[in-house]
């Protein structure tokens, strides 16, 4: 490949999405599959293999269950279907929280087993000494603040964080934490606008809001939700398209046809050869 096609072909990196601070707000999308991220790198400035896969394609009840494997295999998928948006995969429950070098062991395998340019950690008390161990040794790593779907059995449900003082201080601390640790942006998800927008204010690097308002500097959804494929999304989605609904429009249609015998039509066999 000539270096002039590799120059077309260069992937956003962390310091472009550093840069991006302040500025033109940054396009993120969820994406699990390499036909899907194939439609939706021309779009965005940043592909996140989000764990959430493990409720959007696996169907599990929340993200403890998925594997570092998991992962690995979606992470290669959209890296196979993308050429131009940052990739940055989740490393799942469990995979880093333990110690700094367990999270370089995990981290260091995602990214040399896919290709991937940076991994998300949620970002508890106990998980800013490991984001710095990760960037001291050549990982770049986006925190997450705020809801952390990680912590689901300690807060014993999906909840809006921050309406509190004391949590709102908290959660400060830990996304200036984050980024003194050295992380390249953060997510901050489920929290009210005005905590969106003194997080934003605290820190030096960009923020990419999911339920977080427009005080961030960028959005993030899960694709499939804001596709409109499940009969429920939270409140803060947008649905861009009724996709369930084309779906089972189309299904139906298939099944009517199979059943009265008009799928498959004369366009749609093979004929033996005349001869
Ligand atoms: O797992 C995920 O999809 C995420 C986004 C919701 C930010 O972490």
Sequence with gaps: MSSHRQDALRRVTAPDIAARKGGVPLVCLTAYTAPMAELLDAHCDLLLVGDSVGMVVHGLPNTLGVTLEMMILHGQAVMRGSRRAMVVIDLPFGSYEGSPEIAYANAARVMKETGCSAVK???????AQNIDYLVKRG????????????AVMVDGAFKAKGRGEDERRRIVEEARATADAGAFAIVVEGVAEGLAREITLAVQVPTI????????????LVTDDMLGLFDW??????????????????????????RARRFPGPAEIYFAKAG
């Design 233 to 258: 999304t939270p409140k803060f989605v947008r649905r861009y398209a009724d996709l369930r609904g084309e779906i089972g429009r189309a299904v139906a249609a298939y099944a009517d046809d199979v």
């Design 139 to 150: 990982i770049p790593v986006v925190g997450h603040v705020g809801l952390r779907p990680q």
């Design 121 to 127: 950690v949620e970002t508890g008390p106990a998980v």
């Design 209 to 220: 809001g999911i339920g977080a308002s427009v005080g961030c500097d960028g959005q993030i």
